[in-house]
Nanobody, 121 residues
Framework: QVTLVESGGGSVQPGGSLRLSCAAS???????????MSWFRQNSGKEREMVAVISGAGNQRNYADSVKGRFSISRDNAKLTVTLQMNDLKSEDTAMYYC???????????WGQGTQVTVSS
């Protein structure tokens, strides 16, 4: 079982920045580097969409077209954390942001509880 806890959300004006963090439970201490980690977001009435994904070793990253050049995903396997640096935020980035861990041993996925990001003037 993997528990994920997101933090770092809040309210910011357009053009501003936020840094989201996702901390995995200590149970992943020896295996965290095997999990692909992702950030998703969801607005009410819309489907959850992938924002960014990073491989277990951290050497492969992919981003949604809507955030390329503005968001950056990184991880620290020693600290069991994944970070999403969000710059030049736009109103359309407003959403609940979720961290996801994909098990390397099958199809199991683990989700955090989410952190709210609001971009408004």
């Amino acid at each position: 079982q993997v528990t994920l806890v997101e933090s770092g959300g809040g309210s910011v004006q357009p053009g501003g920045s936020l840094r989201l963090s996702c901390a995995a439970s200590r149970s992943t201490y020896n295996t965290f580097n095997l999990y692909d980690m992702s950030w998703f977001r969801q607005n009410s009435g819309k489907e959850r969409e992938m924002v960014a994904v990073i491989s277990g070793a951290g050497n492969q990253r992919n981003y949604a077209d809507s955030v390329k050049g503005r968001f950056s995903i990184s991880r620290d396997n020693a600290k069991l954390t994944v970070t999403l640096q969000m710059n030049d935020l736009k109103s359309e980035d407003t959403a609940m942001y979720y961290c996801k861990a994909k098990s390397p041993w099958g199809t199991t996925e683990y989700w955090g509880q989410g952190t709210q990001v609001t971009v408004s003037s």
